[in-house]
């Protein structure tokens, strides 16, 4: 039997904000603005007491069509804030930056839940919310970073496909980091959960070698869909690719 999760008041969960309190001291002792971090921090706190709820109420509601209202918002969300590197060619980049994050995350994601974990039913939100969060979030820092640094080797005049493969060796930089890290620096934050309800690490293992590749997927697909789709706007006539 697994062991029962830890129940955490919220008078021991204020607990948790005495080091913090303690970091911001020092924003105040070296005369640094406060405010920024204040600000992250209180929105963080709002967010996911926010989400608690909201999540709660999907996974009691448990409907199909709720949680693929669910997962376009979160593909859409982050299409539009992947394009936050290049704010000045947000509206003519959105649609391929939409279409890189859902198809590149929404492929993966489905090929994760339907093929691997086969979810019975299929929109079960246990699965489908947690996994498509994570998904759709890489997939847009993938885009993100692509969109960054092409325009950027565009912008010191390199050549159509060279800025391309060198954005999309950019974008992959995080992954790939990651992939080298897990298990050496850090326990994934799934993992670290799913030990911490009390799952057998070596079944928590294999759940985080399925995100990483459900992570490594999504970020190259999504980053190579949107160098595709993108080129129109951000070189729509240099010569010398030869149609690659």
């Known amino acids: 039997m697994p062991d029962t999760v830890i129940a955490i008041s919220l008078p021991r969960l204020a607990l948790a904000f005495l080091p913090v309190l303690a970091t911001l001291a020092v924003f105040l002792a070296w005369t640094l603005d406060v405010r920024h971090p204040l600000y992250a921090l209180?929105?963080?706190?709002?967010?996911?007491?926010?989400?608690?709820?909201?999540?709660?109420?999907?996974?009691?509601?448990?409907?199909?069509?709720?949680?693929?209202?669910?997962?376009?918002?979160?593909?859409?969300?982050?299409?539009?804030?992947?394009?936050?590197?290049?704010p000045e060619l947000r509206w003519r980049l959105l649609a391929h930056s939409l279409v890189a994050v859902l198809v590149g995350g929404?492929?993966?994601?489905?090929?994760?839940?339907?093929?691997?974990?086969?979810?019975?039913?299929?929109?079960?939100?246990?699965?489908?919310?947690?996994?498509?969060?994570?998904?759709?979030?890489?997939?847009?820092?993938?885009?993100?970073?692509?969109?960054?640094?092409?325009?950027?080797?565009?912008?010191?005049?390199?050549?159509?496909?060279?800025?391309?493969?060198?954005?999309?060796?950019?974008?992959?930089?995080?992954?790939?980091?990651?992939?080298?890290?897990?298990?050496l620096v850090s326990l994934p934050g799934m993992m670290t959960g799913q030990i911490l309800s009390g799952v057998s690490p070596l079944l928590a293992a294999r759940y985080q070698v399925l995100i990483m590749c459900l992570i490594f997927a999504a970020a190259g697909l999504a980053a190579a869909l949107f160098l595709a789709g993108a080129r129109p706007v951000l070189a729509p006539r240099q010569p010398g690719d030869h149609g690659h």
Request: proline fraction near 4%.
């Open 42 to 86: 209180l929105r963080m706190l709002v967010q996911l007491l926010l989400v608690g709820y909201v999540l709660a109420y999907i996974f009691g509601a448990d409907t199909w069509w709720l949680i693929l209202l669910v997962l376009l918002f979160m593909a859409g969300a982050a299409g539009w804030i992947a394009l936050n590197t290049v």
């Open 106 to 183: 929404g492929v993966t994601l489905l090929f994760a839940t339907q093929g691997v974990l086969q979810v019975e039913p299929w929109y079960k939100p246990r699965y489908l919310v947690p996994l498509g969060g994570m998904t759709f979030a890489n997939a847009m820092t993938a885009v993100s970073l692509a969109a960054e640094r092409v325009r950027s080797e565009l912008g010191h005049g390199a050549p159509w496909i060279e800025a391309r493969n060198t954005a999309f060796q950019a974008a992959m930089i995080p992954v790939i980091n990651a992939l080298l890290a897990v298990g």
